[in-house]
């Protein structure tokens, strides 16, 4: 049983409610009614209800079994404009946020999560990062002990999953940045089932280069190791060393990761960003994701050029990172 089957399993059991503020969509649209039918949770879809209507019936979606939201119409909108307010701490008046909250979608999307309408959101098949981002770190803002948000991957492929990260929000991180990124990801791996090994990528294995970004990688490893004693991490080390046995025992004799790594921590955004659409691209595997780590409650960024199954896999994903989150606050 692969990630996935396993997490329907335990969101069916509960099914949450997600919201996806791209009514407008055809791809949202089929996967929103996917996931209702299947009853893995409740989609929250937003948008102007004649547009949707327009596109669903453009595609030959049936939409009629959909809760679909309208800030124009939404009947509680004075009340979020109310928490808009107060949670920007006197930043933005009330017309300021309610107009907002009618012009863009994601901001009426991230405020129906944050006043426990829905736990989780889903955007960006359409919207840019920064749309997606922007709202969820001004409302939802980051968890007391991170210091920023990453974007995290899952790569599935049959029954074999790697997390990667950052490949969406952090271009050059610092050593302690990376560090951070490394105990956020670990922390994803581990809540969706799996025992996380950590690579710090390189172009380097075990000093055979030395530079300034061999270097930050080799510190960033020390603090992770100080911040997680009990997590399996090397670096800096090469994607081959990390993931290949018999070049791992060459090239790191002794290394923890004995050529199993399962999570991989790139050095920089430009190196995340190319690697994953690459293993997608050449491997086949699934890309799903980018969830945004470090939130108070999840939100997802898909890429805009997600197909249908991703969109409902990283739905699914988002659901179980909500339910996880609220779990944990008992």
């Given at each position: 049983?692969?990630?996935?089957?396993?997490?329907?399993?335990?969101?069916?059991?509960?099914?949450?409610?997600?919201?996806?503020?791209?009514?407008?969509?055809?791809?949202?649209?089929?996967?929103?009614?996917?996931?209702?039918?299947?009853?893995?949770?409740?989609?929250?879809?937003?948008?102007?209800?004649?547009?949707?209507?327009?596109?669903?019936?453009?595609?030959?979606?049936?939409?009629?079994?959909?809760?679909?939201?309208?800030?124009?119409?939404?009947?509680?909108?004075?009340?979020?404009?109310?928490?808009?307010?107060?949670?920007?701490?006197?930043?933005?008046?009330?017309?300021?946020?309610?107009?907002?909250?009618?012009?863009?979608?994601?901001?009426?999307?991230?405020?129906?999560?944050?006043?426990?309408?829905?736990?989780?959101?889903?955007?960006?098949?359409?919207?840019?990062?920064?749309?997606?981002?922007?709202?969820?770190?001004?409302?939802?803002?980051?968890?007391?002990?991170?210091?920023?948000?990453?974007?995290?991957?899952?790569?599935?492929?049959?029954?074999?999953?790697?997390?990667?990260?950052?490949?969406?929000?952090?271009?050059?991180?610092?050593?302690?940045?990376?560090?951070?990124?490394?105990?956020?990801?670990?922390?994803?791996?581990?809540?969706?089932?799996?025992?996380?090994?950590?690579?710090?990528?390189?172009?380097?294995?075990?000093?055979?280069?030395?530079?300034?970004?061999?270097?930050?990688?080799?510190?960033?490893?020390?603090?992770?190791?100080?911040?997680?004693?009990?997590?399996?991490?090397?670096?800096?080390?090469?994607?081959?060393?990390?993931?290949?046995?018999?070049?791992?025992?060459?090239?790191?004799?002794?290394?923890?990761?004995?050529g199993e790594a399962n999570v991989f921590i790139f050095p920089s955004l430009e190196a995340g960003n190319i690697g994953y659409k690459l293993i997608q691209r050449f491997?086949?595997?699934?890309?799903?994701?980018?969830?945004?780590?470090?939130?108070?409650?999840?939100?997802?960024?898909?890429?805009?050029?997600?197909n249908e199954e991703e969109i409902y896999k990283l739905a699914l994903l988002t659901a179980a990172n909500g339910l996880m989150e609220e779990k944990l606050r008992g």
């Amino acid at each position: 049983m692969n990630i996935f089957e396993s997490l329907k399993q335990t969101v069916s059991k509960v099914r949450p409610t997600i919201v996806f503020p791209e009514g407008n969509c055809d791809r949202v649209l089929k996967a929103t009614v996917r996931l209702k039918a299947d009853g893995i949770l409740e989609p929250i879809v937003l948008g102007n209800r004649s547009e949707v209507e327009a596109v669903a019936k453009e595609h030959g979606i049936d939409i009629s079994d959909l809760q679909l939201l309208d800030a124009e119409t939404y009947e509680d909108l004075e009340f979020l404009v109310e928490k808009f307010v107060e949670r920007r701490k006197g930043k933005i008046s009330a017309n300021e946020a309610r107009a907002k909250m009618k012009e863009d979608v994601n901001y009426f999307g991230t405020m129906l999560v944050y006043t426990d309408r829905a736990i989780g959101l889903v955007s960006g098949a359409v919207h840019t990062t920064g749309d997606t981002v922007r709202p969820a770190l001004q409302l939802i803002k980051v968890k007391p002990e991170y210091n920023r948000t990453s974007g995290v991957f899952i790569l599935v492929k049959e029954d074999r999953q790697y997390v990667v990260a950052d490949c969406a929000i952090n271009i050059a991180p610092n050593a302690e940045e990376l560090a951070e990124i490394a105990v956020a990801t670990a922390n994803t791996a581990k809540s969706i089932g799996m025992t996380p090994k950590v690579a710090m990528l390189s172009f380097s294995t075990r000093g055979s280069a030395h530079s300034e970004e061999t270097e930050r990688v080799l510190r960033a490893t020390e603090l992770v190791k100080e911040m997680m004693p009990d997590l399996i991490v090397d670096g800096e080390i090469q994607f081959d060393a990390a993931f290949v046995p018999e070049i791992n025992a060459r090239k790191a004799p002794g290394s923890p990761l004995k050529g199993e790594a399962n999570v991989f921590i790139f050095p920089s955004l430009e190196a995340g960003n190319i690697g994953y659409k690459l293993i997608q691209r050449f491997g086949g595997y699934d890309a799903v994701g980018p969830v945004l780590q470090g939130l108070n409650k999840p939100v997802s960024d898909l890429s805009r050029g997600s197909n249908e199954e991703e969109i409902y896999k990283l739905a699914l994903l988002t659901a179980a990172n909500g339910l996880m989150e609220e779990k944990l606050r008992g």
